[in-house]
């Protein structure tokens, strides 16, 4: 079964940091396509960033491009995703997924989810 869980969401004032993790069930990590979502008040779902199971092809969202990085730890079966200077409009509950279907327009989110981890950003 798989299993995801994100964790490192929290209250943070604009233009601070917060790297979000995702620990993933064993025995699937390493073979599928990896990304994170949001809800917004803005949107039902937004596509931040995803990678490549290798590690070595990343995507990112518009409105996060060169401030957010994704990546991946195979061996720990871990995702990440380091956010720099965090702004308001990043605010919302941010998932984990598994098999996205990674592509340079619209990537489609895969059928497992975390439970999501609470992004805040305000002054």
């Known amino acids: 079964q798989v299993q995801l869980v994100e964790s490192g969401g929290g209250l943070v004032q604009p233009g601070a940091s917060l790297r979000l993790s995702c620990a993933a069930s064993?025995?699937?990590?390493?073979?599928?396509?990896m990304g994170w979502f949001r809800r917004t008040p803005k949107s039902e779902r937004e596509f931040v960033a995803g990678?490549?199971?290798?590690?070595?092809?990343?995507y990112y969202g518009d409105s996060v491009k060169g401030r957010f990085t994704i990546s991946r730890d195979n061996a720990k079966n871990t995702l990440y995703l380091q956010m720099n200077n965090l702004k308001p409009e990043d605010t919302g509950l941010y998932y984990c997924?598994?098999?996205?279907?990674?592509?340079?327009?619209?990537?489609?989110?895969?059928?497992?989810w975390g439970q999501g981890t609470q992004v805040t950003v305000s002054s």
């Open positions: 064993t025995g699937f990590f390493s073979s599928y396509d």
């Open positions: 990678i490549r199971r290798s590690g070595g092809n990343s």
């Open positions: 997924n598994a098999d996205v279907y990674l592509r340079d327009y619209n990537p489609i989110p895969g059928p497992y």
